[in-house]
């Protein structure tokens, strides 16, 4: 059992290291769409080689590719560039915590999508979340553009519809294919937008590619292959309560690589801000094995 918390705590790190990676290669002349297309390029080949030797089979339904087309290619790809550009405006930590902002848009999208009851027990912790995002955003250290904050939240949005739409997947395709798929399409949709707009080029210092790998093999291969596997021994309701400890290590990993700081009342607001986003996790799984009781009752 310890290993799975292990390998869930392995993986928030690696996702952690996200915004430190996307600065530094900022910082070597590294576009955004160039970033994102070498992230899931290496990620979705690594994945095909993984499972053309392992598993010997990657093919998947006409439906199901669909539904991958639209989680890789606009889903992700959205929820990617709202992410990678927020870390431009505002600091690294505000950018992950905000992200974690998703199980409450979930609960409320589901609300409206799914027709799941938003209980009171929900409710509250959407409303303890809230406030600390005030308390958040009310006592910066230093000033908070609206434009890094609103891309932020953006992407936390985005990304609960992806959870949601995804759900429709992952229970049918197994996680490696399903993560594949992702890649490759985003790094399809990052080729074709950066052609266009001529964003996508590699002519940055050659330093660069030292976080470009390190966002592709570290904070995308291995941080979902240690997920998955961790949450596999622990559960999935476990395994995203612990991952929600990913903006408390980007906070940490912002101080000693970047510098950056939070003032105490930010610090006090964003633990609030996870103590709500664990309780809607919690009381909706909570709500799902009563359901799965009464039926098999």
Not at 25 to 34: E, I, K, P, Q, R
Not at 111 to 140: D, H, Q
Not at 199 to 226: E, K, Q, R, Y
Not at 234 to 262: D, R, Y
């Amino acid at each position: 059992m310890w290993k799975g918390y292990v390998l869930v705590f392995l993986s928030a790190t690696g996702f952690a290291f996200i915004p430190i990676f996307a600065l530094y290669a900022y910082d070597s002349g590294v576009t955004v769409t160039t970033l994102l297309f070498l992230r899931f390029a290496f990620a979705a080949l690594f994945f095909f080689m993984y499972l053309l030797i392992k598993e010997k089979h990657w093919k998947v339904s006409w439906s199901h590719l669909f539904y991958l087309f639209l989680l890789g290619g606009i889903c992700y790809t959205m929820q990617s560039t709202f992410y990678f550009n927020a870390v431009k405006y505002i600091p690294s930590s505000l950018a992950a915590l905000l992200l974690y902002l998703n199980p409450i848009f979930v609960a409320i999208l589901s609300f409206f999508i799914n027709k799941e009851k938003l209980t009171m027990r929900i409710i509250t912790a959407i409303g303890i979340s809230l406030i600390g995002m005030i308390m958040v955003l009310g006592a910066p250290a230093g000033g908070i553009q609206p434009a890094g904050v609103g891309l932020a939240i953006g992407a936390a949005v985005i990304y609960s519809i992806y959870i949601i739409m995804g759900s429709k997947v992952t229970a049918q395709v197994q996680p490696i294919t399903t993560s594949a798929y992702i890649a490759l399409f985003a790094a399809m949709s990052f080729f074709i937008w950066g052609t266009l707009t001529q964003t996508l080029h590699f002519h940055f210092d050659h330093i660069g590619w030292l976080p470009v790998i390190g966002t592709s093999f570290f904070s995308s291969i291995l941080a979902m292959l240690t997920f998955f596997a961790g949450m596999n021994m622990i559960g999935p309701t476990k395994a995203s309560i612990l991952s929600m400890i990913e903006p408390v290590i980007t906070f940490l990993l912002s101080m000693v690589f970047l510098h950056e700081t939070m003032s105490m009342m930010q610090i006090i607001g964003g633990l609030i801000v996870l103590s709500g986003a664990m309780l809607v996790v919690m009381a909706r799984e909570n709500r799902t094995e009563k359901k799965v009781a009464s039926i098999r009752s």
